[in-house]
């Protein structure tokens, strides 16, 4: 009597379970392409990587997960190919977009980070290619989104794709037109995230207000008011939510004298500062001073006790 061949899918659940549990990510992907029930039961059983980035490149995607890095590349005569671990694969007829954007699908549904960043010239309608593919699935579950050299309308495009009740960070690299900045603070993915980080280039200050609602936040920019301190003073360090804020500043256009008299009246010191200071209702501690990381910058850095 033949038996019937002995398949995964026929293997007892606990079985096949222990057998998905040892492949490697790029196997992983493989396998949900082949049935159905493989899908499923890979989905079920889940696979978390700590952190996802995605390079976009003039014609190629790099996807990278936990230092596993897929490329995904066009060919020059059509099709195209998949480059990992130094072996190359020939995909014919399929477009390399549409083939590294549907794995980071994927795998977007095991992460909590995911790092976007666009090097260099890139194909104009590469940033739409992802925004359709992550379309297909409906708020997306991150908790930290960093996007670099992005413009504010690819900002725009992205950030509403999110899940905004699990947003907890975004980070933004590279300058942008203040005029712009202010549409990408009506987003609810703007508004319910508790951390934002600006880093790279500085920019013009918006209104400092935008900022209040984050628990942390680190900005670079050219100046910094008056005004915008006596704000932070009365305004932000009331918050009970506020925990830390970092301010970078190009070209400081206050007195650091009159920066200190801020939170204490009586300073008589120095250019650069360390100051407690208490509102009544919390504790801070203040430091001013130059950058250690770059000449010509300074750092205004204001933490709860």
Same mark, same amino acid.
């Given at each position: ?150 413009? %504010?309308? *690819?900002? &725009? #495009?992205?950030?509403?794709? =999110?899940?905004?009740?699990? $947003?907890?960070?975004?980070? /933004? ?58 704000? %932070?003073? *009365?305004? &932000? #360090?009331?918050?009970?939510? =506020?925990?830390?804020?970092? $301010?970078?500043?190009?070209? /400081? ?53």
């Amino acid at each position: 009597m033949t038996s019937k061949p002995l398949t995964l899918l026929n293997l007892p659940i606990s079985i096949a379970n222990q057998v998905l549990e040892k492949l490697g990510p790029v196997e992983i992907l493989t396998c949900r392409k082949v049935c159905r029930n493989l899908r499923t039961a890979i989905d079920k059983l889940g696979t978390h990587f700590n952190k996802i980035s995605i390079e976009l490149w003039s014609n190629s995607v790099l996807l990278d997960f936990d230092g596993i890095k897929i490329t995904h590349s066009a060919r020059f005569n059509g099709g195209s190919y998949v480059l990992f671990n130094g072996r190359r694969k020939t995909i014919e007829g399929v477009n390399y977009m549409e083939v590294a954007f549907k794995d980071l699908k994927i795998l977007l549904k095991h992460t909590s980070k995911l790092y976007i960043l666009k090097r260099g010239r890139y194909r104009g309608n590469i940033v739409n290619f992802l925004v359709d593919v992550l379309k297909e699935n409906a708020h997306i579950h991150v908790e930290t989104l960093t996007l670099d050299n992005f413009s %504010v309308d *690819d900002v &725009l #495009l992205i950030l509403p794709l =999110f899940e905004s009740r699990t $947003f907890e960070e975004i980070t /933004l690299r590279e300058t942008f037109a203040l005029d712009q900045f202010e549409r990408i603070t009506h987003l609810d993915q703007w508004k319910n995230a508790k951390r934002f980080n600006f880093w790279i280039s500085p920019f013009d200050c918006p209104p400092i207000e935008y900022f209040f609602h984050f628990e942390d936040f680190t900005i670079n920019i050219y100046n910094i008011s008056m005004q915008s301190v006596i704000k %932070v003073r *009365d305004d &932000l #360090l009331q918050r009970c939510t =506020f925990q830390k804020c970092i $301010f970078f500043v190009l070209n /400081l256009n206050l007195d650091p004298v009159e920066l200190a008299r801020v939170f204490q009246p009586d300073y008589a010191g120095g250019d650069e500062f360390k100051l407690d200071y208490s509102n009544g209702k919390s504790k801070f501690e203040i430091n001013f001073g130059d950058c250690s990381f770059r000449d010509g910058i300074w750092k205004f850095e204001i933490k709860k006790c």
